[in-house]
Each structure stands twice: as C-alpha cells, then as structure tokens.
C-alpha cells in the first residue's frame, strides 16, 4: 500500500470514529501539500464538516490530533482554514523506499488468463506509399498504448489492418506499367515501399497534365478529371481485380509484396510490431456478407438503386451507405467485416482503433452498428482519436510527394543525435560501434518522446531540432540521468566505500547488464530515518508511478506517462544537484542514497519503456 492509500484509510477511520460518518473514496481528497506550507499530503476537511457540527479549522484540527495518535506514519500536522496539512515520518518513508526497491515490476500489474482482452489497431497504411510523419505518431501512439494496457493488467492484441485494394493502388500499378520499365526494389536499390510511393507520385503528376490538356481544349475541369484517359484506365484495371484477372492480380501481389518487404524493415527501425495483421482484400467480401444478414433482419434498408443503408437518424444522425447500388463497398462494409474476422480470431473484451480524428464521425457510425449487428463490444469500442502532424511549411500531400518519409526522418534522428553527441564529447571515450548504438538509441528517443509527450487529442508541429537537446522535456535529458545514475551504481559497485574526487560518471563501461541488474547497497536494515526534503520528495514522487500507470491506461494518454517521467527526472537531478551519493560519509545515508538512485533508474527504465523507448547504459 503506498503512503496516500495508507493516509486515505486511515482517515476514512478517524472520521469513522470522531463522527459515525462512512466516506467515500470520493470524500478522502488527498493531494500534495502546497511547497509554501509545511507537509508532505494535504486533506480537504470540507465534506466533513456537517457531520462533524464544526467549523472546517476545527474539524481539521479533530482529525489531525486523531491521526497522530492512531497513525504511526503521521508526524506532524498543521491546520490552514479547510485544509489538513500532514507530515509524514521519515519512518514510513523509509519503509515505502524498501517496498518499491524489493519490487522489480513496481507500479504495473499482472494480466492473468481471467484479464480483459483488449485489441488495439494502429498503423493502417496504404500499400500505394511508403509509411510518413503521420504514420510515425499514429504507430507510436498504438504500440505505448498497448504497453500502458498491458501495463494495467489487460490481455492485449496488436492488430493492424493494410488497405491493400481501392483505386489508389490501381494508380500506383497502372503507372508502374506505363513507366516502370520493369524496375524492381532490387534494379533501383530502393525499399519496396518507396518504389511503389514513387509511381503513385508518377501517376498523379500525369494524370495532372492529362486533365490540364483537356481544360485546355474546353472542357470543364469536374468532367476532366472524371474523362482523363489515365483514371479511366486506373478503373478499368480496379474492376478487373474484382473480377480476379489473373494478370491484374498478379502484379497486385507482386507489387504489395515489394511494398510489405518495406514496411517490414521500417516498422523494426520503429521498434514496433504486430500480433495480427489483416487486408482489406480478405475483409471486403466479409463485410458485404454481413451487410447483407443485416438487411435480411431488417436492420439496414435498400433503395430503389439497389444500394444499401443504414437509417441512424434516431441516434440524431443521417444515413449511412454500407453498399453501392453496383453492390461494391465502402470503407465501413470492410469495417465491419474487419470486425467479423477479428471476434471470429479473438474474445475480445474491449477494441480500441488507433486513427486520426478527421475519422471522429466514421467511428461514431461504426459503434452504432456493430452494435446493431451483435457485437458484445461494438456500444463501447473506443475510437483513440489523434490531432494531426504539421510542419512548419504546412500539411503533408502523399500525391504530391511532400510528405516527410518516416524512413528518412528516423535516419536524420539518428544522424543529428550522433552529431550532436560528438559536439559535446559524449563519444570521445567510445568505439565506433558504440557511437552508433548510442545514437540510434538517442535518435529514435528523441523522436518518440517528442511526439509522445504531447497530448494525442491535439494537432502537433514536428520540429526535429527541439527533440535533439540533452536539457528540457526531452527524451535525450531523461536518457541522460539515466545513463548518468548507471555510470553512479558501477562506480559503487566497484567501489563499497566513499570515494575521493567526486562522483565520476564513466566507469568499467564493459560491466554487463546482469551484472549491474542486480546491485545491492550496504543492507537495507538500519537504513536511518533522517531523510532531507529532497529525499522525501523523491520517494514521494516515485511512489506516484503506479497511480500515474494507471491514470494512462484509463485516458489512454501515453503523455501521463512521458511527463511523469520528466516530472521523475527533474527531481531526481534536483536532488543529486544539492546531495553527493559516492562522496557521503555516512554508511546509513550512503546506502539510502544509491537505493534511491538505483530505483530512480528502476522506474524511468520501466516508464520509458511504456513509451517503447530504450534508455542506455552510457551516454
């Protein structure tokens, strides 16, 4: 139990006994004291103050007094107007550090065969371009909240879907014909997936000047557009693939196979990856099956054009398409048979799709009827809705070749990290390889970070050169008190006494990870009880990393996380600012110290990790 579950009961207890009263969770307000008073948690007196029949001051100072004498954590309190200003002992905080340290999964929890069985989505790309910025948030975003679901005790499954057939990959195919010359991922020395986003380029730049020829000889642009020999082509070939030509179908797979390859390799640079990966190609027909039981029980209509609808008016919206009158389907029939495959695969308990939020409505729609047709989760899927990606020079255009490749940006992460490092000297003492790890590792923190620690509901601009900074709310500073508590522990691991110079940051680099895994500091038995206020101050904000876990999980906010964190990290380095580890002469303090330390690094190593960020040994 940590100190504010400890305070929070035992003052359910004291207004228990002083007034007869039962609080509720609700009632037992505790936060942190304000730094301006004396204390370490603060109770608000005010909804206790009818049935005590006292002034708040008064019924503050009640409970106080009944505190200090029947709770052995409590020092100390004050009284200011309504609010209950307490202090804990050094005791108690003593014994909270124990607790964390002896916990190697501090502050998450176990998923058991009985656990809710969460499905998250993310990623959905095209196979007509390679994955971009708004790929990298909505990945990153996915793969964290499956760590924080995880990390509250759910069963999870990564799933993603591939959008693998449509008209847009039509074009990217039919100009690979017309343009390609036969080139191929390993005639060009290009990924797979850049391959193909180039003819779709190719395409669209044609396609263009085809509909500007045309204006030009007196045609209206809207009927251009729909009579330009290229799209005409690109619709001819989408219904040969629904009619399975073998030769269409082909290059199909040939050309999304280049694509995967790609995908494969960026989607590892990520550092993400999936349990189940499904394609519209096999999810269309299924939902057209479904649409159609659903007309059958009466819950959708069809018109007189043949095409089918879903009539949501009496939920306060309009009506919705599910099959055109040619029978073919739209993206919420392939929904919905995405959504068949998956209850067929998986029990899922709770289904969470990871999309930007210009999809609010379409998910919205989704809920009602999946509901509709029988889901157990459909009412309450979770639409994880995300703001967009900007750059300082505006949105990004896939038809048109500006986006920023995800690919190229995590190259150029890792790139300035690296240059960035060498200008300070953090790699004079380095091999090459190690440089390279090192900045692969702070690169790809510095991009994740970044994007993760802002709120995922609003629009972000993406400025690289603010993720690379080894100060501030960034994901190199919090590597960097890492590796620097690391560097500390070695040091006392190879040096039991005081040492003489100061507290030297890089030593015996080769130790192993199981070596250093496992340090122990002299016996925790005798620890002392005379913490300063820094101490306590850390191992109070340690202690909140379980609540801040499981606040994430129930906002689905990898940001709680990141800036936790930071919050961590800060107080940490406040604390080794005004305090020596290494160089302390007391045994007693010496040993809670690097406790400290040791589970300072225990827990950023665990939240980073939420946020699917690898935090060095050295740096």
């Known amino acids: ?126 196979t007509n371009k390679p994955l971009h910025l708004g790929h990298v948030r909505n990945n990153l975003l996915g793969w964290s909240l499956a760590r924080i679901m995880e990390a509250n005790g759910n069963r999870v499954v990564k799933t993603n879907i591939v959008n693998d057939r449509g008209i847009h990959i039509c074009k990217s195919m039919l100009a690979w014909l017309k343009y390609g010359n036969g080139e191929t991922p390993e005639s060009s020395g290009k990924k797979g997936d850049h391959l193909i986003g180039d ?31 290229l799209i005409k082509e690109a619709h001819e070939m989408l219904v040969k693939w629904e009619q399975n030509d073998p030769d269409v179908r082909a290059l199909w797979q040939q050309m999304n196979s280049w694509v995967y390859a790609g995908f494969d390799e960026t989607y590892k640079k990520m550092g993400v990856s999936f349990d189940k990966i499904y394609y519209e190609s096999q999810t269309y027909l299924k939902g057209k099956a479904k649409v159609e ?50 209850y067929e695969d998986y029990p899922i308990d709770k289904m969470i799709y990871v999309v930007g939020n210009e999809q609010n409505y379409h998910f919205q729609v989704l809920s009602i009827l999946l509901d509709r047709l029988g889901f157990k989760w459909g009412k309450e899927l979770t639409h994880f809705s995300y703001g967009m990606v900007e750059l300082p020079n505006g949105k990004m255009k896939s038809r048109e070749g500006t986006v920023v490749d995800a690919d190229d940006l995590m190259a150029l992460m890792v790139e300035d990290a690296y240059k960035t490092s060498m200008e300070l000297g953090k790699f004079d003492d380095m091999t090459e390889q190690e440089r390279c790890e090192i900045a692969r590792v702070v690169g790809m923190g510095a991009l994740k970070y970044f994007i993760l620690k802002v709120d995922a509901r609003k629009n972000m601009l993406f400025n690289p050169e603010e993720s690379i900074d080894f100060n501030g709310n960034t994901g190199p500073f919090i590597q960097y008190t890492y590796a620097r508590i690391r560097s500390i522990l070695r040091k006392a691991e190879a040096s039991p006494s ?40 850390l191992i109070q904000k340690m202690s909140e990393f379980g609540a801040a876990v499981e606040q994430a999980g129930k906002d689905y906010s990898p940001s709680g996380i990141a800036n936790y964190c930071y919050e961590l990290t800060k107080v940490f380095n406040q604390f080794y600012h005004d ?20 589970n300072v690094a225990k827990i950023i190593r665990s939240g980073m990790s939420l946020l699917g960020i690898e935090v060095p040994e050295r740096m």
Request: one cysteine or more; glycine letters at 8%.
């Open 293 to 342: 039981e659903g007309l059958a029980k009466g819950l959708f209509e069809r018109h007189d054009d043949g095409s089918v609808w879903a009539d949501l008016t009496g939920e306060g919206l309009d009506q919705k398409l599910l099959l055109r009158s040619d029978g073919t389907s739209v993206y919420m029939t392939q929904d919905i048979g995405t959504a068949e495959m998956r």
């Open 1 to 126: 139990m940590n100190i504010e579950a400890l305070i929070s009961k035992a003052a359910g207890e004291a207004v228990k006994a002083l007034y007869g009263m039962d609080a509720t969770e609700k009632m037992l307000q505790l936060q942190k004291t304000r730094s301006e008073f004396e204390g370490n948690l603060t109770l608000v007196v005010f909804p206790f103050v009818k049935a005590a029949r006292k002034s708040p001051e008064q019924t503050a100072q009640e409970i106080g007094e009944y505190l200090q004498q029947n709770c052995t954590a409590i020092s100390g309190f004050n009284v200011v107007k309504g609010f209950l200003n307490l202090s804990i002992g050094d005791g108690a905080w003593i014994e909270l550090l124990k607790a964390i340290d002896a916990d190697d999964q501090f502050g998450t929890k176990q998923a058991s065969d009985e656990s809710p069985l969460v499905m998250i989505e993310y990623s959905s790309p095209n």
């Open 579 to 598: 305090y020596s580890i290494l160089n302390e002469p007391d045994p007693q303090k010496r040993a809670v110290r690097l406790m400290l330390a040791r």
């Open 498 to 537: 005081p040492s003489e110079g100061g507290d030297v940051e890089m030593l015996n680099p080769r130790m192993t990870n199981a070596t250093l895994g496992n340090q122990t500091p002299p016996p925790s038995e005798g620890l002392g009880e005379a913490l300063s206020t820094k101490e306590i101050e």
């Open 199 to 229: 003819y779709y380029v190719a395409f669209d730049k044609h396609y263009r000047e085809e509909v500007r020829q045309l204006v030009a000889q007196g045609m209206d642009e809207e009927r251009a557009k729909q009579e330009a020999p």
